[in-house]
């Protein structure tokens, strides 16, 4: 058995593995015991042994991300009740490591998790609306702190095409907004407990599409027709086909479009108006979405 | 309610980096920002947890615009991993660059630490062997992350619960290398100093006299939790009567040091945060009338200087 002067002293990065390897798993703190220092009898009595020592480091990393999980996903754990959250909390931050400093993007994945522990856990299965909640709770966590979109305006953009230009108009979705579908009434159901309303049966329906977006520095949920959430959807697609003119466009346009259109957009553009009718979007709902604050820039595409 | 935002009578107002960052601060957490703006309550200077304010909009980013016209503000880090062996996070310095300029910081501090490593981030302040290699290492990342802020980095000693037996160096030995090799500066934690006498059997004493006291910027107060067989630096209490005691035996050399009040969990409402930065005014200005009576009776030679005796 050699000492541990005997033994070559490990590098600063293979230290530091070997925490991190402790940290991780508990099995692994035996590698890293030889080389801590031994506890300093000190005024506290039964001080910690290294390996207890190690733990305080574990629970404390395991509890920062727990507690980020705890507040992104409220309605999920006031639906599985704490100790069922805790658990799934806790495998997931075994499965899934966090790959940022910032906390505020860890938990990313929790939709899926979930998803994947019903598949096995008859339990959890009754809840199948609950990984699209957890979209939603991901989407609405995120969505406050996205990056900030000043909504186009109506005016604004009427000063920047002329009608018979519509066609070439391309418009950006905001960056603070996000889309989601479900088979399931999660609207409802998201609302009635974060407002505490109590049990109740909510009708299925036929699911709901819904846009989770940021007016005035708040997070929105707002419901949408299957139309102009399709609309959206295209809207967020990177153009593919060359514009085609569309003279009922320039009707249906007609009193949010204006003479000349400008640049505001940055790289990231979505088909043009004209892509969109060919594609039989019914762009009718567009002034609307415009209203609402879901478009944050436009440009006009080069003539075919 | 829709948080205050810049109003007009703030507009064209020197910005934060115009006012010297003195007195007794309090950390400024997401759940008071809101009541800050709307209250103002009288308080010299603030630190953003930068890590939660790196949003690029809403309303925190919004509102900073506002706390940063009111108030000096510094930038406290957890994120620079300067005593990790991963690269360098760059976008994460571009970032804290950004809010510093933003927010016309004074300055911005982070640990004598590791916090991740291979891509995996563990949101905890890990210890590492204080090594010539270690020191080496720190000091190249140290002068790193100055270049790209162009300013001096301010680095806080951290609580420990377990300690290498290759160490070569003490804590404050490596923290006074680090300064003489990259002239940053210091961020004093006095509730981790105490954590780690208890921890660890540190010597305040002479942990203080390896110490370079005249690269201290900044004091750290703070609440911490006791466990069977050892303290945690759990920042949800108020200070403790032994680390008031060592905030007291540090005035007496450093009269006009900023000090702060940090609590993270357990969060009170913003007057009990207030009431700690006061008694920290009111415990700075006892120890200096203290010292100057005590000053003058030395020099009758009758005694020496107060409160000469170790507060552990």
């Known amino acids: 058995m050699l000492s541990q002067s005997q033994r070559q002293r490990p590098s600063l990065a293979e230290t530091q593995r070997r925490l991190a390897a402790a940290i991780d798993d508990p099995a692994a703190a035996e590698h890293l015991a030889p080389w801590l220092a031994a506890s300093v009898p000190g005024p506290q009595q039964a001080s910690p042994s290294a390996l207890e020592r190690v733990a305080i480091y574990r629970d404390s990393s395991r509890r920062a991300r727990e507690r980020t999980l705890e507040a992104i996903y409220p309605v999920c754990r006031q639906i599985l009740g704490p100790r069922c959250f805790a658990r799934l909390a806790a495998d997931y931050i075994d ?43 991901w989407h609405w966590h995120t969505i406050y702190y996205a990056p900030d979109a000043p909504p186009l305006d109506a005016a604004a953009l009427a000063q920047l095409a002329r009608p018979e230009q519509a066609a ?14 479900s088979a399931y009434p999660i609207a409802a159901i998201w609302r009635r407990h974060r407002e505490g309303a109590g049990i109740a049966r909510i009708a299925a329906g036929d699911g709901d ?96 | 309610m829709q948080p205050p935002v810049v109003e007009s009578n703030d507009r064209g107002q020197a910005r934060s980096d115009d006012r010297p960052i003195a007195g007794a601060g309090i950390g400024l957490r997401h759940c008071h920002l809101e009541q800050v703006l709307r209250e103002r309550p009288s308080v010299p200077w603030l630190e953003l947890l930068a890590d939660n304010h790196l949003a690029a909009g809403g309303l925190d980013h919004a509102g900073l615009e506002a706390i940063s016209v ?57 210890p590492f062997p204080y090594t010539e290699e270690a020191l080496r290492h720190v000091s190249e990342r140290v002068l790193a992350v100055q270049d790209l802020l162009q300013a001096p980095l301010v680095v806080e000693n951290v609580s420990a619960y377990l300690r290498f037996s290759d160490s070569s160096l003490s804590e404050a030995e490596f923290l006074a290398a680090l300064t003489r090799a990259t002239d940053c500066e210091l961020l004093l934690d006095l509730n981790n100093l105490y954590v780690n006498h208890v921890n660890h059997g540190d010597d305040v004493d002479a942990y203080l006299a390896a110490l370079p006291l005249a690269r201290v910027r900044e004091v750290h107060l703070a609440g911490h939790a006791v466990k069977p067989g050892y303290l945690l630096d759990a920042h949800n209490d108020r200070v403790s009567p032994p680390v008031w005691a060592l905030f007291r035996r540090l005035v007496q050399a450093l009269p006009e040091l900023p000090v702060l009040i940090e609590w993270d969990n357990d969060i009170p409402a913003l007057p009990v945060l207030l009431a700690e930065a006061e008694r920290a005014r009111t415990e700075r200005a006892a120890a200096v009338a203290a010292r100057t009576s005590a000053a003058g009776v030395a020099a009758d030679g009758l005694t020496q200087t107060a409160e000469s005796v170790s507060p552990c």
């Open chain 1, 95 to 137: 499965a899934f490591a966090s790959r940022q400093g910032n906390l505020n993007r860890y938990g990313a994945a929790f939709a899926y998790h979930l998803a994947a522990v019903q598949s096995h856990q008859h339990a959890l299965a009754t809840l199948g609306y609950l990984p699209d909640l957890a979209r939603l709770e």
């Open chain 2, 70 to 126: 009111r108030y000096p503000l510094t930038l406290h880090c957890v994120g620079m991993n300067l005593a990790g062996c991963d690269p360098l996070d760059r976008t994460y310095l571009h970032q804290i660059r950004a809010l510093r300029e933003r927010t016309g910081a004074t300055w911005v501090s982070d640990h004598l630490c590791f916090t991740a490593h291979n891509r995996r981030h563990y949101h905890e302040l890990l």
């Open chain 1, 209 to 304: 599409r819904l846009v989770i977006h940021r007016r005035d520095g708040r997070p929105q949920v707002t419901p949408v027709t299957p139309a102009v959430f399709k609309l959206l959807a295209a809207l967020a697609r990177p153009s593919a086909q060359a514009p085609t003119l569309d003279s009922t466009l320039v009707t249906t346009l007609g009193s949010t479009l204006g003479p000349r259109l400008g640049s505001t957009l940055g790289p990231t553009l979505g088909p043009t108006l004209g892509e969109l009718a060919a594609a039989g979007h019914d762009l009718t709902p567009l002034p609307d979405v415009i209203a609402a604050g879901w478009i944050s820039g436009c440009a006009l595409a080069e003539p075919g």
């Open chain 1, 168 to 181: 070439r108009v391309r418009l950006r979705l905001s960056t603070a907004l996000r889309r989601l579908a």
